[in-house]
């Protein structure tokens, strides 16, 4: 059972930065995939971003050039740098991690990004 945190949500003026970070334990890290999803308002939760437990990556051509995730397996910590936000971004941000092979996936509480003048 993997357990996973997210902090670094908040307040943020259009064109500002936010560094989200999920925190895991009860688990060996890395041996999992991470993802980042975002659930604004009345939409569905969609994938914003996706880290394979070898640092492959990959992004939603909303996010791409902007955001950038990473890892750190020493920690137990997966990130996620936003640049160049946008009111568009505002979204609960939810951190997911998975394993393919025991069809386990787990995720966080999520931390609320809004991006407002």
Request: with cysteine.
């Amino acid at each position: 059972q993997v357990q996973l945190v997210e902090s670094g949500g908040g307040l943020v003026q259009p064109g500002g930065s936010l560094r989200l970070s999920c925190a895991a334990s009860g688990g060996t890290f890395n041996w999992y995939a991470m993802d980042w999803y975002r659930q604004a308002p009345g939409k569905e939760r969609e994938l914003v971003a996706g880290i394979t437990s070898r640092g492959s990556t990959n992004y939603a051509d909303s996010v791409k050039g902007r955001f950038t995730i990473s890892r750190d397996n020493a920690k137990k910590t997966g990130y996620l740098q936003m640049n160049s936000l946008k009111p568009d971004d505002t979204a609960v941000y939810y951190c997911n991690a998975r394993r393919v092979v025991t069809r386990e996936e787990y995720w966080g509480q999520g931390t609320q990004v809004t991006v407002s003048s």
